[in-house]
């Protein structure tokens, strides 16, 4: 059984910092480009970030870009958020998502999906 489980949320005050975590089992972890995406209430679910699953490129929402660091650890098969600055417009709740031998993470595109993690920012 495929799991992807997020974890890290919680409540921080703007300009704070939280890091997110994905810990992934039952798929060879390391074929799979592995994307952070968040839904904050009455909006549409949005990409955050992506890291590949070939060369560990990366990519961001303009939203985050400077602010937000995806990594992976290929030996523990967990994908990490860095979230530093972090504004009330963050507020959402965070998933992450599998994609096989992918690059994009399109969000339309994912192949597995976890649970999301809270993630609430006080001004």
């Known amino acids: 059984e495929v799991q992807l489980q997020a974890s890290g949320g919680g409540l921080v005050q703007a300009g704070g910092s939280l890091r997110l975590s994905c810990a992934v089992s039952?798929?060879?972890?390391?074929?799979?480009?592995i994307g952070w995406f968040r839904q904050a209430p009455g909006k549409e679910r949005e990409g955050v970030s992506c890291?590949?699953?070939?060369?560990?490129?990366?990519s961001y929402a303009d939203s985050v870009k400077g602010r937000f660091t995806i990594s992976r650890d290929n030996d523990k098969n967990t994908v990490y958020l860095q979230m530093n600055s972090l504004k009330p417009d963050d507020t959402a709740v965070y998933y992450c998502?599998?994609?096989?031998?992918?690059?994009?993470?399109?969000?339309?595109?994912?192949?597995?999906w976890g649970k999301g993690t809270q993630v609430t920012v006080s001004s």
């Open positions: 890291i590949s699953s070939s060369d560990g490129s990366t």
């Open positions: 998502a599998a994609e096989w031998y992918g690059s994009r993470c399109p969000l339309s595109g994912m192949d597995y």
């Open positions: 039952g798929l060879t972890f390391d074929e799979y480009a």
